[in-house]
C-alpha cells in the first residue's frame, strides 16, 4: 500500500512537467496549426535560466589568499560573490540558494521574448507549409538551440539545488496512520507539483474568464471567422506562442533543482510530451493535462519491481503500450475534438 | 578496353610466393620488424605518423572527451620534444627522447564518437582508412571501447583504449591489438570492499540499481560478489534504462526495502540524477536496521562529481587516478597539464596521456610501427613513473595491473576540481585476478593483425 502511495506520488510530480510541457504544445496547435518540436527546447532554456541566474549571483571577484596554494603551488585565488560584498554576507548567500524561485522572475520576460522571437522570426513563414516542413523546421531550431547552450555551459549536467529551507523531505506517512519513514516525499517535488496546478489553472483562467482568451478561443475555433469581424487574430496568436513559451520555461526552471539540467534535457522530454498530446487528444487542452498526469503515474507503476518481475522492460514501452491501446480504442485520443488534423 | 589476363602460371607463382611467406616462421617476421617498416595497415612512410584520437567531442560525455583531446594534444607536444616534457620525465622506460616516434614527427587527427558505437566505429574507420592512422585511442563507454576495439582488431591497427571500465573490455571481448591501462569493475568491487567492511561493518544489505548495459551489468557482478564476499546480503537488483532521466520511481521502493545500503551502478548523467534523486529523498539521513544508510558510488569521474554538486560528499567510490595521488609522475603531468589549461587534469585525461607515452614507447622499444611488434613489446611491459606507481601490462589479456584508489566525495572542497579526496589505496595484490576468472572468461585473445 504505501508503496502505491508512494508511486502515485512520484507520478504526480513526474505527471506535471509532461501536462505542462504538453499544455503548451497543445495551446500552439489549437491556435498556431504548428507542431511545434521546438517545445522541449524551450523547457531546457527555461532551466538553464535558473542556471543563468545562479551564475549571475555568483559573479564573483578575486582575491590571492597568500597562505594558501592552489594545485600548482601557487597562492590560491578566493573568489568572493559581488552580491556578498555588497548586501552582506548573509544576504548575499541568502540571494544565491533562493536563486531557483527567483529566476521564475527572471525567466517569464525572457521566455517570452525568445516565444515571440522565434514565431515573428521563423515559424510565421512556415504556417502554409505541411506539417512536415514545420516539424522540420522547429527540430532544427531545438538542435540549434541545444547546440548554443552546450557550447556556453558545456554537456556536464549543472547542479541548481533548491533553496536550502526545501531541500529535506516530507513524512506523508504519519499523516495518514503509516509507519515513520514508510512514505516520504521531498518538498521541492511537491512544491513542483502545486506550481504546475497553479500555472494550469492560471492558463485554463486566462483562456476561459478575460476577453482576451476569449477571442483566442474562437479563433481556435474558426480562425477565419474570427478575422473577417475586424479582430487581429494573428498577434492574439503570437501572444499565445509566448504564453506556451513561458510555460514551458517555468516548467523548466522549476525543474532544475529535481535534476540537474543539461542541453538535451529537452530531448528527453519531448518525445514523451508528444505521446502525451496524441493520448489526451491533439488540440485539447483538459485532454493534455490528464494524459500528462495519467502517463506520469503509469510510468511510475511500471517501474515498481513486482510489475517489472511480471513484465520485464514494461517501464520503457509502459507509455508507447499506452499510446498504442489508446488510439485503437479512442482513435481522437482521450479528448480529441472531431475535424482536428483530419482535414 | 582491356582485359586482365589471368594464366595458370601467373597463379601458381603467386600461391607459391605467398604461401611462403605465409609460412614463415614467426622468428623470422618478428626479426624483421625494423628491417623494412612495411607490409601493415598505414605503414608510416614520410617525415610523420599520424595517430588518430577518438573521442566524444558531442553529446552527453563532451566534456569528458573534452579533457581526454587536451591530455593527447600534450602528449603529441611531449612525444615531439615541446613543452616541459611532463611524464617523459618520470617514466621508468627511457626509450622515448622527445623526437617523436623512432624519429617520425608526430601528428594526429580527432573523430568524434558522440558515445554511440556505430558513430565511434565509423570515425574510427575514418581515420584508419582516410587519414591514414597508425593507432587509435580514446572514448569514454566501453559500449564503444569494445566496438571500436573489434574494428581496430579487423583492420590492423593497435587500438589504446581510452576510458573503459567494463570488463568485457578485457574480458570476454578482449583482442589481441587492443590494450586498456584504465583499471575495470573487477578491480573497483576487490579495492572497495576492504573500505566498505572498515566503515560499514561486513552485516549490511544492499539495494543495486544498475545502468542496463554492459558496463552497468558487470560491475554489479563485481560489487556484488565482492560485497557478498564480506557477508553483506544483496536484497534487490534493479536495471534501469540508460535513457532513463528520473529515478525518483526507482529510489523509492529502496525506502521500505529493508536495505541499509544503496550502490548506484551508474555512470555520467545516469549517476548524477540517481544520487541526486536518492539524497532528495531523504536516503542519507536515514537509519535503517539500527545503522546510518550509505550509499556508494563504485565508478567516481569529477564531472560526475561536478554534476551532482553538494551530494557527492561523504559519498565512497573508486577511481584509476587522481591528481593529488602521490606517486612518481603525478606531479610532472599535473604540473604540465594545469600549466597548459589552468585546471588538474581528470582520470579521463590520465589515461588517455598515459595510453598514448605506453603506446609511443613501445614503437620506440620495438623498433618498429608494426601491430605485432607493438604488441609484443607491451605484452608482459613492466613500468613506473606514470602516475600509478608500478605497473604491468599483463601478457594475457592486454590490461594493466595496478594499485586502486578508493575516494570519497570531500566535505570542503576548495576549487571546482577539488571535489575527491582519496582514502585508500588498495595494492595491486587485492585487485588481481586470474586470467581465466569467471567473469572475464568466454573470450579469446587470439593473434595479433598487422592488415594490409
Known sequence: MDAILLQILNGLDKGSAYALIALGLTLIFGTLGVVNFAHGALFMIGAFCAVTLQRLLSLSYVTIDETRTDFLGNPLKVKTPYVESWFGPEIGQALIDWSVPLSILFAIPVMVGLGFLIERGLIKHFYKRPHADQILVTFGLAIVLQEIVKFIYGANPIPTPAPEAFSGSFDFGVLIGFEPNAIIYPYWRMIYFVFALIIIGAVFAFLRFTTFGMVVRAGMADRETVGLLGINIDRRFTIMFGVAAAVAGLAGVMYTPINSPNYHMGMDFLVLSFVVVVVGGMGSLPGAVLAGFLLGILESFASMNEVKSIVPGIDQIIIYLVAIVILLTRPRGLMGRKGVMEE | ?452
Request: a negative charge.
Open chain 2, 1 to 452: 578496353m582491356s582485359k586482365t589476363k589471368l594464366t595458370r602460371r601467373g597463379v601458381l607463382k603467386t600461391g607459391a610466393a605467398a604461401g611462403t611467406g605465409l609460412a614463415l616462421p614467426t622468428i623470422f617476421t618478428g626479426a624483421a620488424w625494423s628491417a623494412s617498416d612495411t607490409g601493415f595497415t598505414n605503414a608510416p612512410t614520410g617525415p610523420t605518423v599520424t595517430l588518430g584520437f577518438n573521442v566524444p567531442q558531442s553529446g552527453p560525455y563532451a566534456d569528458e572527451g573534452a579533457d581526454e583531446l587536451r591530455a593527447y594534444m600534450l602528449a603529441v607536444e611531449h612525444l615531439n620534444g615541446e613543452g616541459d616534457g611532463g611524464m617523459l620525465n618520470s617514466f621508468s622506460s627511457k626509450a622515448l627522447n622527445g623526437t617523436g616516434i623512432l624519429g617520425k614527427k608526430v601528428e594526429y587527427v580527432t573523430g568524434d564518437t558522440q558515445t554511440k558505437s556505430d558513430a565511434a566505429r565509423a570515425s574510427a574507420r575514418s581515420m584508419i582508412e582516410k587519414d591514414g592512422a597508425i593507432m587509435i585511442t580514446g572514448g569514454s563507454s566501453s559500449g564503444v571501447a569494445i566496438a571500436v576495439q573489434g574494428l581496430c582488431q579487423e583492420a590492423g591497427v593497435i587500438f589504446m583504449a581510452g576510458l573503459t571500465h567494463s570488463n568485457d573490455t578485457t574480458g570476454k571481448d578482449k583482442k589481441a591489438n587492443g590494450f586498456r591501462h584504465f583499471f575495470n569493475a573487477y578491480m573497483s568491487g576487490a579495492a572497495l570492499a576492504p573500505v566498505l567492511a572498515k566503515r560499514y561493518g561486513t552485516d549490511r544489505k544492499a539495494y543495486h540499481l544498475t545502468a542496463d548495459y554492459t558496463w552497468g551489468w558487470t560491475q554489479e557482478e563485481s560489487i556484488r560478489a565482492a560485497t557478498e564476499a564480506l557477508g553483506w546480503e544483496t536484497v534487490n537488483t534493479v536495471k534501469t534504462p540508460l535513457s532513463a532521466t528520473d529515478f525518483s520511481s526507482y529510489i523509492a521502493p529502496v525506502l521500505n526495502s529493508g536495505a541499509d545500503v544503496l550502490i548506484l551502478n551508474h555512470y555520467g548523467g545516469n549517476m548524477v540524477n540517481s544520487l541526486t534523486n536518492a539524497v532528495q529523498f531523504g536516503l542519507r539521513d536515514k537509519i535503517v536496521n539500527g545503522k546510518k544508510f550509505e550509499i556508494v558510488v563504485p565508478l567516481y569521474s569529477r564531472l560526475m562529481a561536478q554534476g551532482a554538486g553538494e551530494n557527492v560528499k561523504g559519498i565512497l567510490g573508486t577511481t584509476n587516478w587522481h591528481w593529488t595521488l602521490d606517486r612518481p609522475g603525478t606531479k610532472e603531468f599535473v604540473q604540465s597539464f594545469g600549466k597548459k589549461y589552468g585546471r588538474p587534469p581528470s582520470q579521463a585525461a590520465h589515461t588517455c596521456y598515459v595510453q598514448t607515452l605506453l603506446y609511443a614507447d613501445a614503437v620506440q622499444r620495438a623498433g618498429s610501427f608494426n601491430p605485432c611488434a607493438v604488441v609484443e613489446a607491451l605484452e608482459g611491459f613492466e613500468f613506473d613513473g606514470m602516475g600509478n606507481g608500478p605497473t604491468l601490462y599483463r601478457a594475457d589479456d592486454h590490461q594493466c595491473f595496478k594499485d586502486v584508489l578508493v575516494v570519497q566525495g570531500k566535505e570542503n572542497p576548495t576549487s571546482e576540481f577539488d571535489l575527491l579526496e582519496i582514502v585508500d589505496i588498495t595494492p595491486v595484490e587485492q585487485v588481481t585476478y586470474p586470467p581465466d576468472h569467471p567473469m572475464f572468461a568466454g573470450g579469446d585473445l587470439g593473434t595479433c593483425n598487422p592488415g594490409a
